[in-house]
């Protein structure tokens, strides 16, 4: 990536709200209710991630607020290290919460590491890659999110005679990072003179301080549920032997893990220090590999409709096709990235050959996923029988209803908003747009609130403009946001030639009358000869 033309080299202030942090007021539980939206499961985990992070924003917050007025303690960082077993979100949870925050966020694989070195070299390149996420800002980069990955590869193996160097080593290069340290960006500074003083050159140089730096190391740790279940036993813990003894309850050893058990398993004591806090997440169900592709927001459904979607064509999913879906990925064992490849082998014969057919929408049933090429055989033998319409629609109210299940259950987050109430009509509306664009709900819904937002600053305007009280009612508001998002156009100009027709009317109601407040009904857009009429005549 090129380098900016400038850098923001000076100190990081808060006091000119020029930081993120300035304006930072997150809590812990609207940064897991964020993350529900999301994640599926991982009820615990979620809630020491949110909570850690919040924290660590807060604190850094507080300190640099009151930087110079003493403070002898320091900042100890919320470090986190994140198990559990591959395909569970781990990568997926920090990646959403750093773009909630709006920071940068960068992941490195960890056994890259013990390819290359000890000398810590790469460790410091994804400081580095802080900066080039942040676009250039230094104090953005400097309160980024590194993500490490597959850290359980650098534990140091038992089984080897003299020390194991290279993870060691790798241990102990990611020791200054992970507190605080100064890490040199290399750019190539502008208006470089060979002949320029030290110390001029040294004022061009950029660099880093990692000190509020976030960093999470992640990875599956096998082998460790041993060290724990041994730790465990020797300690005789009446509890778990009851636990233990019935059969319906499978026990996750990791949830009891402590730093003992983290050093035992091959890493330094400095290495555990700097890692605070743990995380535990519980491998997947099969009923939770279900909610993951049932979830409106799950990326896996929805990319493979956007797959479909470039040749024009809809793609519905029923209950049990999603269900079987689930059950076949369970099977594999390897968490959430099971359910895309199975999707992927179900569908990729039709994604080849329903475009050559012009093909509008697809019903996915329980039928295609468990022998694709013979539904495909079936369906090719006569594509145009309306048997596929009527599939194809039963998919669609069977997607609709976990859609609008999905918003009653989080009714308190989003049927009802500070600014705009989901009615009936608006629920239509939006499930209409989600299916139209493929995005995640949170974005229609941020798209029908943002129309919303429109019509009342038009209904402002048109009634400072005409000095009376302008109130668009609910169903004209709801024809408003239709007709826009349908013929994909402005809100203003749609409602200054819509209304256009009725301004003059109404001023002069106002002046004979002296009447002043005005209700719009969709009447007024459709037929405003008798919208006026009604007008007249019930003043009448």
């Known amino acids: 990536m090129p380098a900016p033309n400038r850098y923001r080299i000076q100190k990081v202030t808060l006091t000119q709200g020029t930081n993120f942090l300035y304006d930072f007021d997150l809590k812990p539980a609207d940064l897991e209710a964020y993350l529900d939206e999301y994640v599926v499961g991982q009820a615990e985990a979620k809630g020491i991630i949110a909570t850690k992070v919040c924290t660590h924003f807060h604190k850094a917050k507080a300190m640099l607020l009151r930087e110079g007025r003493g403070d002898n303690v320091g900042f100890i960082k919320n470090n986190i290290i994140l198990i559990g077993p591959t395909g569970v979100g781990k990568t997926y949870m920090i990646k959403l919460i750093a773009k909630k925050l709006g920071v940068p966020f960068v992941k490195g694989d960890a056994t890259k590491f013990s390819e290359t070195g000890y000398v810590g070299g790469d460790v410091e390149d994804l400081v580095r890659d802080l900066y080039w996420e942040a676009d250039g800002d ?27 160097v290279s993870r060691t080593g790798v241990q102990r290069a990611l020791l200054k990072p992970l507190e605080e340290t100064e890490v040199e960006i290399k750019v190539q500074p502008e208006n470089v003179f060979p002949f320029d003083s030290e110390e001029k050159k040294k004022k061009r140089k950029i660099t880093i301080n990692t000190k509020y730096v976030l960093f999470v190391v992640s990875g599956a740790f096998h082998g460790l549920e041993e060290i724990i279940k041994k730790r465990l036993k020797k300690s005789s813990l009446g509890f778990l032997s009851e636990v233990e003894g019935r059969s319906d309850v499978k026990v996750n050893y990791l949830k009891f893990t402590t730093p003992e058990d983290l050093v035992a398993y091959g890493f330094e004591r400095e290495f555990v220090g700097r890692l605070p806090v743990i995380a535990v997440c519980d491998p997947l169900t099969e009923e939770d590999l279900f909610e993951i592709l049932a979830n409106p927001n799950s990326a896996i459904v929805l ?8 040749y024009g064509i809809d793609l519905a999913f029923t209950d049990s096709a999603l269900r079987l879906c689930a059950k076949l990925a369970y099977k594999e064992g390897t968490g959430a990235r099971a359910l895309l490849r199975v999707l992927e082998k179900a569908l990729i014969p039709f994604e080849k050959t329903l475009p050559s057919l012009n093909v509008e929408h ?32 039963q998919a669609l109210k069977e997607e609709k209803e976990r859609f609008l299940r999905y918003l009653e259950l989080r009714k308190h987050r989003y049927l009802r908003t500070d600014v705009m109430e989901l009615t009936p009509q608006r629920l239509n509306l939006l499930f209409e747009l989600y299916k139209f664009e493929d995005v995640e709900l949170s974005v229609v819904l941020e798209e029908m609130l943002n129309l919303y937002r429109q019509i009342k600053g038009y209904e402002a305007t048109f009634s400072r403009r005409n000095q009376i009280q302008a109130v668009f009612t609910d169903e004209a508001i709801d024809y408003i946001i239709n007709e826009v998002l349908r013929n994909d156009r402005g809100v203003f100009s749609f409602c200054e030639k819509a209304l256009s027709r009725i301004e003059y009317a109404l001023l002069n109601i106002r002046d004979i009358q002296g009447r002043k407040k005005f209700y719009i009904t969709p009447l007024a857009f459709t037929n405003p000869e008798k919208y006026i009429e009604d007008l007249i005549s019930f003043r009448a």
Do not use: H, M
């Open 303 to 310: 990319n493979k409709k956007r797959d479909f979607k470039v």
């Open 362 to 393: 697809l019903g996915v049933t329980e039928e295609l996923i468990c022998d694709p090429q013979g539904y495909l055989a079936t369906f090719l033998n006569n594509p145009r029988d309306s048997k596929w319409e009527e599939v194809y629609l």
């Open 138 to 164: 230094l104090e953005k980069a400097r309160f980024g999110i590194i993500y490490l990955d597959e850290i359980d590869k650098i534990a140091s193996s038992g089984d080897i005679i003299g020390p194991d």
